[in-house]
């Protein structure tokens, strides 16, 4: 076969000079933590790009090298989120705009400033929607909330979509998790309108008219509920800036 020479070189170099990859189950370890939205378990697990332990290598180049280990992170790390309950579109935008990221990086240190931003970013994603222990029908609600974030929700159809009657959906959810409906659904609005005021140039008004909130009134007031600041005040704060575990 075509490879076969490079590769036996390759695999005698590698044994001769004790170089292997990460173990597979370290890797599936990390990956799952990421998906669980597990923070602590990522951050012991999370091996910086610069250390290069466990790397193959992918090219010559060492920033490449590092630039090309970064995609491959990235959309691993993408899948499994959206496996886990990221929406798809959020968590495959999210890759795309990483990688553009990535592509304009002009050193190691910068590429793995960004390896660990983007880690987090995820992680903590996943940590804000996993429904801890709640059972699968209010994970169902849950799934249904984050994916129609846009839309004008009503309690009929996420309880027909969690196979429940909406009075017994609203007790449920709150026994299994610790709040309304209603409360959730506004919080996971506010949490969506950061990610718009700190990453887009959508004007309040528009933000206010896409999430569906009754008036642009009762989206600074929600907003300042959920977030301690008015939604002015948050994107002077935070616009551009990467995600910081906030």
């Known amino acids: 076969m075509q490879n076969e020479k490079e590769l036996h070189e390759t695999l005698f170099y ?8 990460a173990r597979y189950e370290d890797e599936l ?21 610069e250390s290069k332990e466990g790397l193959g290598q992918l090219s010559n180049k060492p920033i490449n090298n590092l ?12 899948r499994f989120c959206a496996e886990g309950g990221l929406p798809f579109e ?11 990221q990535v592509d304009k990086c002009a050193s190691e240190e910068s590429i793995t400033r960004l390896h660990q931003d983007m880690i987090m970013d995820f992680t903590s994603r996943m940590n804000k929607i ?12 849950m799934k249904y909330i984050h994916e129609n974030i846009y839309n004008q929700f009503h309690e009929e159809e996420i309880a027909d979509y969690a196979g429940l009657t909406p009075s017994y959906l609203s007790t449920l959810f709150k026994k299994e998790t610790g709040e309304t409906l209603k409360n959730f659904i506004l919080r996971e609005k506010v949490e969506e309108a950061k990610n718009l005021l700190r990453f887009s140039d959508q004007s309040y008004i528009d933000i206010s008219i896409s999430l569906n909130f009754s008036s642009h009134s009762h989206f600074i007031a929600t907003f300042k509920k959920f977030s301690g600041m008015t939604p002015k005040d948050y994107r002077v704060k935070y616009y551009g800036k990467k995600w910081d575990g906030e």
């Open 67 to 78: 630039r090309y280990h970064f995609i491959i992170t990235t959309a691993l790390i993408t």
């Open 14 to 21: 590698q044994n001769e000079n004790n170089i292997n990859h």
């Open 29 to 49: 370890n990390f990956y799952a933590a990421v998906k669980k939205g597990d923070i602590e378990t990522v951050k012991r697990l999370m091996t910086p790009l």
């Open 90 to 100: 959020t968590a495959y935008t999210l890759s795309d705009i990483y990688i553009r």
């Open 130 to 141: 996993r429904p801890g222990e709640a059972g699968p029908q209010i994970k169902l609600a």
